[in-house]
């Protein structure tokens, strides 16, 4: 049975097989047309040897539990895990690529379900492109691909039909470390930039290294040459400087089944469209429900809207995107089963993620960390580009990165820097309590210091660059006499920003080093109890370190410039 037909056998639909429980709040395998909500849970149901042979109707397309299988709710491997329960809720509507990123908050129950939706899932070793994993006390970057791929019903029609499938639009979604918002940041196809030498898993299970590529498209990391995912997330860490941790990936039928589970998606026009030389989209001035093979022409069209540029393209992407997001998270969506299952079912067939992810418990793991953030606390944004000067006039195809406008804000992403608007008394608050901090740790750096040969300290890598830890001893030992400090490699978990570590009596200490280090009186942290006479300092260095000596990297801006394209999730705009 194919990936359509897959689970639809006898014209049922797989959601049909479901109903929303008022007990528990979860939706619950419908074994028979009757009485289903009443049941509290679902079992498979046990027969005696002498019972007549009178099944009850499978869902299509899952295998029947048998003696012995795991309950409701376990994992393949061994590792059981209670779905069920009032305060064990997870999400699984989960979208991707050009459509949508949103792990939707929602709730599903059933091994046989869950253990179905798993088997949908493409899943791609990455070769330690990402971290492999999130951390619950740390933002979570996710890079989000749509390809050019022309797999499909239909799909050959758009462009290149032999499209290897690259990164066609690609958006880095970093969502806060307190997990209250969130920032899409949508990377040009056309920039201009160097794609890293790239490590790819083969069929056969070795490693093929791709070799480095400088000043071509970005879009090219991915598909030329062979490259996966995992060159697409090396080549935006170095062109941001932010560490991707996992990629999800979709075509063009991602775009059509996902906006056709959802019932539609809710977009509106400025004028008529009429675009006849590409996406054939043909729509009148006003509000409209695009699906299908409608809402993928309305996001693949260049001739349609602005001055036909890919970044005008982008902005309408990033308004479908929105407008799917507020849909998915409707009270319609998430409290009809029949709606809610299909978009689980499109989701996951239509979804590639790296080994990281690669399993709806891992998925439902990661949708539980964002399903809480509000839409209004989403921002779009696109990386500042400007046509690229290598180009003749009348000729410009590709554009580079505009440094003065893309620098601050590329720092306020990895400074965890929220692009929407906060509350303005919790912010005054905010600023109000750090302005004390600041007194208090000024303060600290007031008083005597001690020589560099009775400082100690333990210096550890927490996030800055590659060997910091091993350059800041040598430094410290050769340069600068302190001779009592040690290199204990990587911090137990990566900080914030740099910061040494001191006991009160430790004080005249922390003032030396600082000195000679360049630390600001934020970087100090002082413990409530004395230390023991040889008990080191500890100094972890940050992703604001850069060499020894040198002052830190000032702190990320708390504003945009105001040429820096933004909008809010929760916001529908006309397309112009």
């Not at 979604?173 to 794609?195: C, E, G, Q, W």
């Not at 507020?326 to 790296?354: C, I, N, Q, Y």
């Not at 919790?426 to 000024?442: F, I, L, V």
Request: hydrophobic letters at 35%; charged letters at 25%; proline letters at 6%.
């Amino acid at each position: 049975m194919d990936a359509q037909s897959r689970g639809r056998a006898d014209e049922i639909d797989p959601a049909d097989q479901w109903v929303l429980n008022p007990r528990t709040g979860n939706y619950e395998l419908r074994l028979a047309d009757s009485a289903a909500q009443a049941r509290p849970k679902v079992t498979a149901p046990r027969r005696s040897p002498s019972a007549p042979s009178t099944p009850t109707k499978p869902t299509p397309g899952v295998p029947r539990p048998r003696r012995g299988d795991p309950p409701p709710g376990g994992r393949r491997g061994g590792r059981s895990r209670k779905l069920g329960g009032g305060g064990r809720k997870k999400a699984l509507a989960i979208t991707g690529g050009v459509v949508a990123f949103l792990l939707v908050g929602g709730a599903v129950a059933g091994y046989l379900y869950y253990d179905h939706l798993n088997g949908n899932l493409s899943v791609t070793d990455v070769a330690g492109a990402g971290t492999g994993g999130f951390k619950k006390d740390q933002p979570i970057n996710i890079l989000v691909i749509g390809t050019d791929k022309r797999t499909g019903a239909g799909n050959e029609s758009y462009g290149d039909k032999d499209s290897v499938g690259h990164a066609d639009t690609t958006i880095l979604f970093h969502v806060s470390k307190d997990r209250t918002n969130a920032t899409a940041l949508s990377i040009p196809r056309d920039l201009i930039t160097n794609i890293p030498a790239c490590p790819t898993k083969q069929p056969d299970g070795s490693t093929k290294t791709i070799a480095p590529t400088k000043n071509t498209r970005f879009n090219t990391s991915l598909g030329q040459e062979g490259r996966d995912a995992g060159c697409t997330m090396r080549t935006v860490k170095e062109l941001t400087g932010i560490e991707v941790d996992h990629f999800m990936m979709a075509d063009f039928n991602a775009v059509k089944t996902l906006s056709t589970a959802v019932g539609g998606v809710p977009v509106c026009l400025d004028k008529a469209v009429n675009d006849e030389e590409g996406s054939h989209l043909k729509l009148d001035a006003g509000e409209h429900r695009l699906e299908g093979e409608q809402a993928l022409a309305f996001v693949r069209t260049r001739h349609g809207f602005g001055n036909n540029s890919d970044l005008d393209r982008i902005r309408i992407q990033q308004q479908f995107l929105g407008s799917m997001m507020r849909e998915m998270k409707s009270k319609e969506t998430l409290t009809s089963p029949k709606k809610f299952l299909s978009l689980a079912e499109a989701a996951t067939k239509s979804l590639g993620v790296d080994s990281g992810i690669g399993s709806i418990g891992k998925l439902t793991d990661l949708a539980g960390e964002l399903k809480g953030i509000d839409t209004k606390n989403i921002t779009f944004t696109t990386l500042p580009v400007k046509d690229n000067p290598a180009e003749p006039e009348g000729k410009k195809a590709t554009v580079v990165v505009e440094k003065s406008l893309a620098d601050p804000l590329l720092q306020m992403i990895r400074g965890d820097v929220s692009l929407t608007e906060v509350e303005k008394k919790e912010q005054a608050a905010k600023e109000a309590a750090d302005a004390d901090a600041k007194a208090k740790q000024d303060a600290l750096l007031q008083g005597n210091r001690a020589a560099a040969a009775d400082v100690r300290v333990s210096v550890y890598n927490g996030g800055g660059p590659k060997g910091s830890a091993s350059t800041t001893l040598n430094w410290l030992q050769n340069s600068k006499g302190v001779s009592k400090s040690s290199n204990d490699g990587n911090a137990p978990s990566k900080v914030d920003a740099t910061q040494l570590e001191y006991a009160p009596n430790q004080a005249d200490q922390a003032r030396a080093l600082a000195d000679m280090m360049g630390l600001p009186a934020t970087a100090l942290k002082v413990g409530t109890a004395d230390a023991s006479a040889k008990t080191p300092m500890k100094l972890t260095l940050g992703p604001d370190f850069q060499q020894p000596g040198s002052p830190l990297t000032a702190a990320a801006p708390q504003q945009l410039p105001e040429d820096v394209q933004q909008a809010q999730a929760d916001k529908a705009i006309c397309a112009k």
